[in-house]
């Protein structure tokens, strides 16, 4: 399908792995750096970046 939003959301040098609807209409984007790093974007309906958040931190914050 062309025109997804994946697209729309492409960050230099990231990979596109998943993308969720969310009930509000927006969606949660899982992507994938260059260097390996994954990276949650979250869009609002009309695709505006609302919020990026490192995906191994799960909420917590730890430091090795």
């Known amino acids: 399908g062309h025109g997804r939003p994946a697209h729309r959301a492409r960050m ?3 990979t596109v792995d998943h993308v969720h609807k ?3 209409g927006g969606y949660i984007v899982e992507v994938r750096t260059s260097d ?3 990276k949650i974007v979250k869009l609002d309906a009309s695709f505006a ?3 990026v958040d490192d995906a191994k931190a799960g909420g917590k914050h730890r430091r090795h």
Do not use: I, L, R
């Open 49 to 51: 970046v609302t919020g």
């Open 22 to 24: 969310t009930k509000d």
């Open 12 to 14: 230099p040098g990231a």
């Open 36 to 38: 390996g790093t994954k």
